[in-house]
């Protein structure tokens, strides 16, 4: 009988510690956490792409139909040029020229020189599996290793890997490691920290990989905010901000995600 009821207690304590543990591990994982979120309205018309300016004082925007934009952290826009019937999707920054590098919808990357202070757009590939793809193309593009290209299509959340010039390393399928996800919306890869965030925003989510896309660390779940067509996402590790814009035709809104963790 005695032997019972110490078996049954050692089991109890053991299925507690476990509990425990599991709950430390989930909680003391040092990946990022959104505290808080602030918006406003921002006239940037279907903001689809976003990214920090290398000054890291304002973000770049860039919309549907071609407008070019610096935002600023108090959500002022500053039209830059309005490429017209550019349907440009995604944003970055080539850190050696400071051009932007965007990609077009269905299928093309190009280059917005600073030379021409943002007003002369020039191809510089494009990704062939996506020829066609109409409104399931490119919607998301980020650069990563400093000298190579991530850029990812709504469809299938299917993402290639190329370096600067246009030369394909490697093509992805985001399912094969995150099977929930749905699509790409945007990208943005964190140099710093060697993680990936993607956006999907038909699940209004957020999924953390590592850069290598071996390793998916965190999903996290915008349902709880009002952002309701989330489309890009920019990374502002000093200010502890993370920023989402929606791709809306009015009064889209630019929310900015105050982080712990970042
Ligand atoms: C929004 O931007 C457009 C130019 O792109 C401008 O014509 C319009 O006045 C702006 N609206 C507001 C409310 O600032
Ligand atoms: C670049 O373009 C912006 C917006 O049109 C303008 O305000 C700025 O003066 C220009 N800068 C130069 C150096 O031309
Ligand atoms: C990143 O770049 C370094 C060299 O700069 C290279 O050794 C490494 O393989 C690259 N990583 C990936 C995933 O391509
Ligand atoms: C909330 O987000 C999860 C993904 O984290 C998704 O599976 C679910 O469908 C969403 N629910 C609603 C009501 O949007």
Same mark, same amino acid.
């Given at each position: 009988?005695?032997?019972?009821?110490?078996?049954?207690?050692?089991?109890?304590?053991?299925?507690?510690?476990?509990?425990?543990?599991?709950?430390?591990?989930?909680?003391?994982?040092?990946?990022?956490?959104?505290?808080?979120?602030?918006?406003?309205?921002? /006239?940037? %018309?279907?903001?689809?792409?976003?990214?920090?300016?290398?000054?890291?004082?304002?973000?770049?925007?860039? !919309?549907? &139909? =071609?407008?070019?934009?610096?935002?600023?952290?108090?959500?002022?826009?500053?039209?830059?040029?309005?490429?017209?019937?550019?349907?440009?999707?995604?944003?970055?920054?080539?850190?050696?020229?400071?051009?932007?590098?965007?990609?077009?919808?269905?299928?093309?990357?190009?280059?917005?020189?600073?030379?021409? /202070?943002? %007003?002369?757009?020039?191809?510089?590939?494009?990704?062939?599996?996506?020829?066609?793809?109409?409104?399931? !193309?490119? &919607? =998301?593009?980020?650069?990563?290793?400093?000298t190579q290209i991530y850029v990812g299509a709504q469809k299938d959340a299917l993402l290639w890997h190329y370096d600067i010039k246009g030369n394909l390393i490697k093509k992805y399928q985001l399912k094969n490691v995150a099977s929930k996800i749905t699509e790409i919306a945007d990208l943005s890869y964190d140099e710093e920290k060697n993680r990936l965030w993607v956006l999907d925003s038909e699940l209004r989510s957020i999924f953390l990989f590592n850069g290598e896309i071996t390793k998916l660390l965190k999903t996290y779940s915008l349902n709880e905010t009002q952002i309701y067509n989330p489309e890009s996402i920019a990374i502002d590790r000093e200010n502890g901000n993370i920023w989402i814009g929606e791709d809306r035709k009015d009064n889209p809104k630019l929310f900015r995600l105050k982080m712990r963790n970042l």
């Open positions: 009988m005695k032997i019972y009821l110490f078996l049954l207690i050692t089991f109890l304590v053991q299925c507690s510690m476990g509990h425990y543990l599991e709950t430390r591990a989930n909680t003391n994982d040092n990946l990022p956490v959104i505290e808080k979120y602030y918006n406003s309205r921002v /006239n940037v %018309t279907e903001l689809s792409g976003l990214k920090l300016s290398a000054t890291k004082d304002f973000l770049w925007g860039i !919309g549907d &139909e =071609g407008q070019l934009a610096q935002i600023s952290f108090r959500y002022k826009v500053t039209l830059m040029e309005n490429f017209k019937g550019v349907d440009s999707e995604g944003i970055t920054i080539d850190p050696k020229t400071e051009d932007l590098i965007v990609c077009i919808e269905p299928n093309r990357v190009s280059r917005i020189t600073k030379s021409s /202070n943002y %007003t002369v757009i020039k191809d510089i590939f494009t990704v062939k599996d996506a020829n066609g793809w109409k409104k399931f !193309g490119l &919607e =998301g593009i980020t650069l990563f290793n400093k």
